[in-house]
């Protein structure tokens, strides 16, 4: 490398380098970043209240703590606090206190997780700023922003979007600990991965071998202040996500609400087994396949192996840029490789930051492709940040050693590469856009044949074949993001992008399940998806892609109230809902949940956390989710239910229609199965806006 500072494009006037690449602004900078943060603030918030509660297992956590702050610590499905959702409460707590502040509704739920996804860009900008310039870092804050995955995960309530910008922000906070060997800085990353941990366990430490091995083998200083550091930098993240465990597991079991997704009320239980280890070997007691469903090759959660991030839906979802992201990690790496291996040099820092960033890319690839439990494709936007750091990082060393035949044919070799996976990424949705995906392919190899010659031509020749380029390798994703943008996503598992026939990964039908069909896009095939996890309950919710049956008018939905935000009921029918589905909630039935509550610590309870968090959504009272998600946690017992009922603290048991109540994964289904049953036969049934309720006030004639 010829200059410590690396731009894509050279500016007009030198740019003088200082202590690792902090570098004279040029004027450009300044408006561009500004203009690549507005863009990125207006994709994420545009059209944002189309997904109204989007998954409302969250929403109502979210609402839950907004009016309790005991649920808002612990994360609880219900105000009353019946039980948690089955992840640490941290991605909650900004949702929580937006709606605190601001009231229930569609944008203060979702425009916190919109604002991390800009910190994520400005985050990402800086960290490749440093060494490879601003136009590197320009072109990664894009290549993140235009992510599909990324463009869904930052407007929905998932915890990812809080983890990707945690696990961005530890790859930054790294990076400048590098930079001097500063313990401050080291520490942060501690921080950081710890209120990982905390948004969504030990997803966050992924990424910690290849960045502990870098520190420990490349800072600039001893060997035994580089492991002290270490130590000190893994005590801060054990504090930043250990106290709130210490809490729960210190905090007497009879006070605070059951677990959710444990099957012992033990959040240790759930951060090993359903959300950790079980994730991996696929022996996830309590998941909706039970125990073991995943089986060897990945069994109901679609094939593993070294394709899987690239095949069916998940592609789509991230693998845009991922061949170009391998191809410059490899490329960056040769070039910097005779770059002394301590990083108080600007060449040294520069192998470490493709070192640091490729190792993250390459880790979290390896464990999605492999996992053989529980993978949905929206666990990919993980990947978003490493992916379009290395293709900034990348394009840049590239472009600045353009002169060698080595490095030009490489840059052409990689845009023609990703200008035909674009190709082949778009056609698996037939009728989307089909002039596009030719376009792509002809714009792309076109650029790629003319970079190597259009410098003998000039330097705006070579700036617009660098920029055909560069539009040919984002056209396709940036349609995804449209696309995903332009609609509403509701219910537990979500794609970005139309629908694609011939998915292979992840829950659901073909494509994984996408959250809604494309316009002119080939629907799947209706009926049992393929990749069904073994062992899920007869008369699990099947149909279109994304949507649950009765989810018309539910929330996010057309013309349902949680699509406005608001708490009133719509008029509509009522219906079930699925395992991963809400259920419609009509004014019938909201009324019903809303009178005489003040004299119920729950004003009703049903099977399964989707189900009564819709309920609660629509009339703002607490409703106790029996089971937990996947309705296999033994919360409540049936004696604890019965001394509720006996003591009035439950006005209405809320039926399932679909036949899978109380079945789960889990043994603790067996505990929501026997309330049920128990409630069959002690209480009158009665239809309430198109739903079956039972009276808890009012037991049978002669029933005990």
Same mark, same amino acid.
């Given at each position: 490398?010829?200059? /410590?500072?690396?731009?894509?494009?050279?500016?007009?006037?030198?740019?003088?380098?200082?202590?690792?690449?902090?570098?004279?602004?040029?004027?450009?900078?300044?408006?561009?970043?500004?203009?690549?943060?507005? *863009?990125?603030?207006?994709?994420?918030?545009?059209?944002?209240?189309?997904?109204?509660?989007?998954? $409302?297992?969250?929403?109502?956590?979210?609402?839950?703590?907004?009016?309790?702050?005991?649920?808002?610590?612990?994360?609880?499905?219900?105000?009353?606090? $019946?039980?948690?959702?089955? #992840?640490?409460?941290?991605?909650?707590?900004?949702?929580? %206190?937006?709606?605190?502040?601001?009231?229930?509704? *569609?944008?203060?739920?979702?425009?916190?997780?919109?604002?991390?996804?800009?910190?994520?860009?400005?985050?990402?900008?800086?960290?490749?700023?440093?060494?490879?310039?601003?136009?590197? *870092?320009?072109?990664?804050?894009?290549?993140?922003?235009?992510?599909?995955?990324?463009?869904?995960?930052?407007?929905?309530?998932?915890?990812?979007?809080?983890?990707?910008?945690?696990?961005?922000?530890?790859?930054?906070?790294?990076?400048?600990? %590098?930079?001097?060997?500063?313990?401050?800085?080291?520490?942060?990353?501690?921080?950081?991965?710890?209120?990982?941990?905390? /948004? #969504?366990?030990? !997803?966050?430490?992924?990424?910690?071998?290849?960045?502990? &091995?870098?520190?420990?083998?490349?800072?600039?200083?001893?060997?035994?202040?580089?492991?002290?550091?270490?130590?000190?930098?893994?005590?801060?993240?054990?504090?930043?996500?250990?106290?709130?465990?210490?809490?729960?597991?210190?905090?007497?079991?009879?006070?605070?609400?059951?677990?959710?997704?444990?099957?012992?009320?033990?959040?240790?239980?759930?951060?090993?087994?359903?959300?950790?280890?079980?994730?991996?070997?696929?022996?996830?007691?309590?998941?909706?396949?039970?125990?073991?469903?995943?089986?060897?090759?990945?069994?109901?959660?679609?094939?593993?192996?070294?394709?899987?991030?690239?095949?069916?839906?998940?592609?789509?979802?991230?693998?845009?840029? %991922?061949?170009?992201?391998?191809?410059?990690?490899?490329?960056?790496?040769?070039?910097?490789?005779?770059?002394?291996?301590?990083?108080?040099?600007?060449?040294?820092?520069?192998?470490?930051?493709?070192?640091?960033?490729?190792?993250?890319?390459?880790?979290? /690839?390896? &464990?999605?492709?492999?996992?053989?439990?529980?993978?949905?494709?929206?666990?990919?936007?993980?990947?978003?940040?490493?992916?379009?750091?290395?293709?900034?990082?990348?394009?840049?060393?590239?472009?600045?050693?353009?002169?060698?035949?080595?490095?030009?044919?490489?840059?052409?070799?990689?845009?023609?590469?990703?200008?035909?996976?674009?190709?082949?990424?778009?056609?698996?949705? /037939?009728?989307?856009?089909?002039?596009?995906?030719?376009?792509?392919?002809?714009?792309?190899?076109?650029?790629?044949?003319?970079?190597?010659?259009?410098?003998?031509?000039?330097?705006?020749?070579?700036?617009?074949?660098?920029?055909?380029?560069?539009? *040919?390798?984002?056209?396709?994703?940036?349609?995804?993001?449209?696309?995903? &943008?332009?609609?509403?996503?509701?219910? $537990?598992?979500?794609?970005?992008?139309?629908?694609?026939?011939?998915?292979?990964?992840?829950?659901?039908?073909?494509?994984?399940?996408?959250?809604?069909?494309?316009?002119?896009?080939?629907?799947?095939?209706?009926?049992?998806?393929?990749?069904?996890?073994?062992?899920?309950?007869?008369?699990?919710?099947?149909?279109?892609?994304?949507?649950?049956?009765?989810?018309?008018?539910?929330?996010?939905?057309?013309?349902?109230?949680?699509?406005?935000?608001?708490?009133?009921?719509?008029?509509? !029918?009522?219906?079930?809902?699925?395992?991963?589905?809400?259920?419609?909630?009509?004014?019938?039935?909201?009324?019903?949940?809303?009178?005489?509550?003040?004299?119920?610590?729950?004003?009703?309870?049903?099977?399964?956390?989707?189900?009564?968090?819709?309920?609660?959504?629509?009339?703002?009272?607490?409703?106790?989710?029996?089971?937990?998600?996947?309705?296999?946690?033994?919360?409540?017992?049936?004696?604890?239910?019965?001394?509720?009922?006996?003591?009035?603290?439950?006005?209405?048991?809320?039926?399932?229609?679909?036949?899978?109540?109380?079945?789960?994964?889990?043994?603790?289904?067996?505990?929501?199965?026997?309330?049920?049953?128990?409630?069959?036969?002690?209480?009158?049934?009665?239809?309430?806006?198109?739903?079956?309720?039972?009276?808890?006030?009012?037991?049978?004639?002669?029933?005990?």
């Amino acid at each position: 490398m010829t200059t /410590a500072v690396l731009p894509l494009f050279p500016p007009a006037a030198p740019v003088p380098a200082t202590a690792h690449g902090a570098a004279t602004r040029p004027r450009w900078e300044r408006p561009a970043y500004a203009a690549l943060l507005l *863009a990125t603030t207006v994709l994420l918030l545009w059209n944002l209240g189309a997904s109204g509660y989007a998954n $409302s297992f969250y929403s109502a956590a979210v609402q839950a703590g907004s009016e309790s702050w005991k649920a808002f610590f612990f994360g609880s499905s219900d105000a009353a606090n $019946s039980i948690t959702v089955d #992840k640490p409460p941290a991605a909650l707590w900004p949702m929580a %206190l937006s709606v605190r502040l601001f009231g229930l509704g *569609a944008w203060q739920i979702l425009v916190p997780q919109a604002l991390m996804g800009v910190a994520t860009t400005a985050v990402l900008y800086a960290a490749v700023r440093r060494q490879f310039g601003p136009a590197a *870092a320009l072109l990664s804050g894009a290549a993140f922003a235009l992510t599909p995955v990324a463009a869904l995960m930052f407007r929905f309530n998932n915890p990812d979007a809080l983890l990707t910008l945690l696990l961005t922000v530890t790859v930054y906070c790294v990076l400048r600990a %590098l930079e001097g060997a500063h313990t401050r800085w080291l520490l942060w990353a501690g921080v950081a991965v710890g209120l990982g941990f905390l /948004a #969504k366990t030990l !997803q966050a430490f992924v990424i910690l071998p290849p960045l502990a &091995v870098l520190y420990a083998v490349c800072a600039p200083t001893r060997l035994r202040r580089r492991l002290g550091q270490l130590l000190l930098a893994g005590l801060a993240a054990l504090v930043a996500g250990g106290w709130w465990v210490a809490v729960v597991e210190w905090w007497p079991a009879d006070s605070r609400p059951y677990i959710g997704g444990s099957q012992h009320n033990s959040f240790l239980e759930l951060t090993f087994g359903y959300n950790g280890l079980g994730r991996i070997s696929g022996n996830e007691t309590g998941s909706v396949g039970g125990a073991g469903a995943g089986g060897p090759g990945g069994g109901g959660w679609g094939q593993t192996g070294i394709d899987r991030l690239f095949s069916g839906n998940i592609g789509g979802q991230i693998s845009w840029l %991922l061949p170009a992201a391998l191809v410059l990690l490899v490329a960056g790496l040769v070039v910097t490789w005779r770059a002394s291996r301590a990083t108080d040099t600007l060449e040294g820092m520069a192998r470490a930051a493709f070192l640091a960033w490729g190792g993250s890319l390459l880790i979290t /690839a390896v &464990v999605f492709s492999w996992m053989q439990g529980i993978f949905h494709e929206y666990y990919t936007v993980a990947l978003a940040p490493f992916v379009a750091a290395l293709v900034g990082m990348g394009v840049a060393v590239l472009w600045e050693e353009r002169g060698g035949r080595a490095a030009a044919l490489a840059l052409s070799g990689t845009l023609a590469l990703t200008a035909w996976w674009a190709f082949v990424l778009l056609g698996r949705s /037939a009728g989307y856009l089909p002039w596009l995906r030719w376009a792509v392919l002809v714009a792309g190899l076109g650029a790629a044949v003319a970079l190597p010659f259009a410098a003998r031509l000039g330097r705006r020749a070579l700036l617009g074949a660098a920029a055909v380029g560069l539009l *040919a390798a984002l056209a396709g994703p940036f349609a995804y993001c449209l696309t995903t &943008v332009g609609t509403g996503h509701t219910g $537990s598992i979500v794609t970005a992008g139309p629908a694609v026939a011939g998915g292979r990964g992840g829950f659901g039908g073909p494509g994984g399940m996408p959250g809604r069909f494309a316009p002119g896009g080939e629907a799947p095939p209706r009926g049992t998806p393929q990749g069904m996890p073994q062992g899920m309950p007869q008369g699990m919710p099947q149909g279109g892609p994304g949507r649950m049956p009765g989810a018309a008018g539910m929330q996010g939905g057309p013309g349902g109230q949680e699509a406005r935000g608001g708490r009133g009921g719509t008029g509509g !029918q009522g219906g079930p809902g699925g395992l991963l589905g809400g259920t419609r909630v009509g004014a019938q039935a909201t009324a019903a949940l809303r009178a005489d509550a003040s004299r119920h610590t729950w004003a009703a309870a049903a099977i399964g956390s989707q189900n009564a968090a819709s309920y609660q959504l629509a009339s703002g009272v607490p409703v106790m989710a029996v089971g937990g998600f996947n309705g296999s946690d033994p919360s409540p017992t049936l004696e604890r239910f019965q001394e509720y009922v006996k003591a009035g603290r439950i006005h209405w048991f809320i039926a399932r229609g679909d036949g899978t109540a109380g079945r789960g994964g889990g043994p603790g289904g067996a505990a929501g199965s026997a309330i049920e049953e128990w409630v069959k036969g002690a209480f009158k049934a009665t239809t309430v806006g198109g739903a079956t309720f039972y009276d808890l006030t009012a037991p049978s004639t002669g029933a005990s």
